[in-house]
């Protein structure tokens, strides 16, 4: 480490000197209202390109000032740009996306640099793209020169779709698709189901972390209190509300939880910083808690805006009965005195306010909002996509940019524009062809990730999976004391014991689920689908799938192409039939290969093709 920071011939250097020797006092002539970076994209044609970088600052008495010398320039990533400070330019030294940081005074803005990934320049000119989503991405793979997977047949399709609108697998039909499948009428058919309202309740209640437990500070969210929550979410998506309709009566919500499920929300967390952790996690995908000791690093938010919306939260007695307590306060940690409420980024609230959360949520919600909208869409596009378009998905940032920034803009506006309704916005993107690409890569898109020149095979949810094998199986799964046959995404309370979710990586909800690794491990969960009770005693169980077609005088090729149908959706190809007939006596009835069926259905059942979404 060390170094030099500053020289003392630099004429920084003896400004600064200079202002200490008068006295160093502080005087503000003008306020910097914003600062202008060009280039804000840079589009290279090779690597060892480069671009001059130049700042303009913007002043509130309408001056303008070239503060590039001024501004500190960081490469995200030094190994794929090279900044020469001296100079103030970027030079490209590896393909791909990349971000520039430029950090002036209290301003961080972020320069988008794009390489093309290959030499070849691709024609996507004939790829459908009627869709906008289309355009933004294609327009961004002729950029990069990536070059598209093919689109995926119907069957394929109908599998991709229904796991992901319902977290089910689909029925599988003997049909003939030489015919196009109305893709349009399957997609509208999944969102009108109650399929849907169970998966994305439970998509819902994951991210606001709806469970019973009693916290630290003995604070109780009871069972009914998690179930009277869920429930309502659940209504609410079967009536069709709008998404900030949902989020005003949450953040405004008082009551008693056990009753009024919104007013749950109060006790999912231990105290009012943590709240505001947490409501700006959920709808406003910002990690504000950064600015809880310091002004954000990277963002805009200070310690004023997190105390002073912690100050709102104050006001909140948690227990069971959510309730004003006027007396409640947050002590600022700069001041060691009361934080007065705020608007993150706004003003302060009149100090008689009694309840700030209606000012709050107003802001919000509010169509220029920059936050609410794009946090949904980002989540609802990774649930279809694998990735969001930021990502993390809680962490929207200026230096965090949008793959597509464009494409998240039009996706939120449309949001907005149609009733903040999510159905729609999973529809527009399920509609794409974006979303209908295969998830195999081909010559020279294999190292994309982020870009959607092909999908990204996605590993099942923990609940999904565990429904998927239990309809393979034929055999129910058991969760705490509901209903023998409930199945795992219509559980109404995330602490509903259940090893078998345990093993398969549930989230534990404490914290935030987004992104979070499983805590039994990779390699656990392997363990105990190789060898674990979760398959072994049930594959063979008396009055499961395979003991029913081995009763039934089913033949091993007979079962072998049903199982097939229910787990993959589609029937044995030619070479899986020739392998598979060698493990089978066809002359010997399928009671007298019982081993060897178990075998071939834990094979089904742990195989990549059937623990993922592709």
Known sequence: GGGTLIDDEDENAQALIKWIQQGAKYT????????KVNPERFIATKIGDETSLKVIAHFNDGLTRDVTDLTQFIAEDSSAITIDSSLATAKVVRPGRHIVIARYSTEVIPIEIVAP??????????????????????????????????????LTFVRRITLDLTGRLPEYKNENYSVRLNREAVIDS?????????????????LLRIQSKIDKNRVTTTPQAARAFHNWLAKQLRDGVGYDKVA?????????????????????????????????????????????????????????????????????????????????????????????????????????????????????IARENPYFAKAIVNRLW?????????????????????????????????????????????????????????????????????????????????????DAISDVLGVAGKYGDENLGTRAVELRDG???????????????????????????????????????????????NGGRLDKLIKSNRTPTEIVHAFYQVALNRAPNQQEIKFLSQLFDAKKPSAQQRDALEDFVWSIVTCQEFVTNH
């Open 28 to 35: 503000e002539h003008r306020q910097l209202k914003h600062v």
């Open 248 to 364: 005003r009566e949450i953040i405004t919500a008082t009551g008693d939880s056990s009753e009024y499920g919104p007013a749950t929300f109060y006790t999912a967390v231990e105290d009012a910083r943590l709240q505001t952790e947490f409501v700006t996690e959920v709808f406003m995908a910002s990690r504000m808690k950064c600015a809880n000791c310091h002004n954000h690093p990277l963002d805009k938010w200070t310690q004023n805006d997190f105390h002073g919306l912690t100050a709102i939260f104050s006001k909140l007695t948690r227990s069971q009965k959510i309730r004003i307590n006027p007396l409640g306060k947050n002590i600022h940690p700069n001041t060691g005195e009361a934080a007065l409420m705020k608007i993150p980024g706004g003003g302060f609230l009149p100090a008689d306010t009694m309840d700030g959360r209606e000012a709050f949520v107003e802001w919000l």
């Open 190 to 206: 999944l969102l009108a189901s109650e399929e849907f309202v169970d998966f994305y309740s439970l998509k819902l209640a994951k």
């Open 382 to 466: 990774k649930s279809l996509m694998g990735r969001g378009l930021v990502e993390p998905v809680d962490d929207f940032r200026a230096t965090n940019p949008a793959t597509h920034p464009a494409l998240l803009n039009q996706l939120a506006e449309e949001f907005i524009e149609n009733g903040y309704d999510i159905r729609h916005t999973l529809k527009v993107i399920a509609m794409s062809s974006t979303y209908a690409r295969s998830s195999l890569p081909v010559e020279g898109n294999q190292t994309d990730d982020r870009f959607y020149s092909h999908i990204t095979q996605r590993p099942l949810e923990p609940e999904v999976l565990a």
């Open 495 to 541: 602490a509903i014991r259940s090893d078998a979710l345990d093993i398969l990586g549930r989230c534990n909800r404490t914290n935030s689920c987004e992104g979070t690794p499983s805590p039994i491990g990779a390699l656990a969960q392997k363990l105990h689908l190789f060898n674990g009770e979760l398959l072994n005693s049930r594959i063979g169980a």
């Open 117 to 154: 990934i290959a030499e070849t320049v691709v024609d996507l000119s004939s790829e459908p793209g009627d869709n906008y989503v289309d355009k933004n991405i294609l327009s961004a793979l002729a950029e990069l020169r990536l070059p598209v997977s093919p689109l995926i047949d119907d």
